[in-house]
């Protein structure tokens, strides 16, 4: 008996996940435009955008937001990973890809700067077991500095 392909929906096929990760980006590029603010950092005038940033050394690297004080100087990063959609679980291979990603750049002084920079992903809507797991997860990790929503 031969075994069946699986039929992928056409937002996979497609390309959904760049589409989506594009408008994402299109976002922060706007909000450095308009002079909005990025989540999770200080409000300060957004001065840098870098997208797949890879080549800069980060594993987190769809999405870098650089924000500067304008009276000191200093820069806070974004580092974000945007996936449409993923399965936070243990048996999720694509979560821990995002995890290890997030975990070797916040072991890296020359890309993160800790209590100051942020490491984020970025997602469509969460499920419910997905929203219940990440409340589990900011739980337990409540004596970091961690925020959850955008």
């Given at each position: 008996m031969s075994k069946?392909?699986?039929i992928s929906n056409p937002f996979s096929t497609g390309g959904g996940g760049a589409h989506f990760e594009a408008h994402v980006q299109a976002s922060f590029v706007a909000l450095m435009l308009t002079g909005g603010n990025a989540p999770c950092l200080p409000c300060w005038p957004i001065v840098e955008i870098k997208l797949q940033s890879k080549i800069d050394g980060l594993d987190t690297?769809?999405?870098?937001?650089?924000?500067?004080?304008?009276?000191?100087?200093?820069?806070?990063?974004?580092?974000g990973q945007v996936?449409?959609?993923?399965?936070?679980?243990?048996?999720?291979?694509?979560?821990?890809?995002?995890?290890?990603?997030?975990?070797?750049?916040?072991?890296?002084p020359k890309v993160?700067?800790?209590?100051?920079?942020v490491i984020a992903l970025i997602t469509g809507p969460l499920s419910a077991t997905d929203a219940h797991n990440v409340q589990w997860l900011l739980g337990f990790t409540s004596g970091w500095n961690v925020t959850f929503g955008m």
């Open positions: 069946k392909k699986k690297d769809d999405l870098v937001v650089v924000v500067e004080n304008v009276n000191s100087k200093e820069q806070r990063k974004l580092l996936k449409h959609s993923i399965a936070i679980t243990h048996g999720s291979p694509l979560f821990g890809e995002v995890m290890q990603a997030a975990w070797n750049d916040f072991k890296n993160f700067t800790k209590n100051k920079d």
